[in-house]
Nanobody, 117 residues
Framework: QVQLVESGGGLVQAGGSLTLSCAAS????????MGWFRQAPGKQRELVAR???????NYADPVKGRFTISRDNAKKTVYLQMNSLKPEDTAVYYC???????????WGQGTQVTVSS
């Protein structure tokens, strides 16, 4: 089992940047494919970006070219660098740690990102 704690959310103007962090407090971090998801009011939770232990990444189309996911296995931390933020990026952002045997994975508590126009 792994506990995940997100940080770095906040209020930013459109065009600005934020970096989210997600620290794992237990578990073997390298076992997990780490992902960032987001959920806007009235919408379903959606994948933003994912990175596996080998460093391969994939991104949702709306964030390609603007967001970058990375991980530091020594620090048991995954990051989401968000640039050129848009109001439609406003959501609660959740960190997820998943394995083949537990595809839904574990979730953090979420961090709010609000982008003002």
């Amino acid at each position: 089992q792994v506990q995940l704690v997100e940080s770095g959310g906040g209020l930013v103007q459109a065009g600005g940047s934020l970096t989210l962090s997600c620290a794992a407090s237990s578990g073997t971090f390298t076992r997990y494919t780490m992902g960032w998801f987001r959920q806007a009011p009235g919408k379903q939770r959606e994948l933003v970006a994912r990175i596996n232990n080998g460093g391969s990444t994939n991104y949702a189309d709306p964030v390609k070219g603007r967001f970058t996911i990375s991980r530091d296995n020594a620090k048991k931390t995954v990051y989401l660098q968000m640039n050129s933020l848009k109001p439609e990026d406003t959501a609660v952002y959740y960190c997820n740690a998943a394995t083949i045997t537990r595809p839904n994975g574990y979730w953090g508590q979420g961090t709010q990102v609000t982008v003002s126009s």
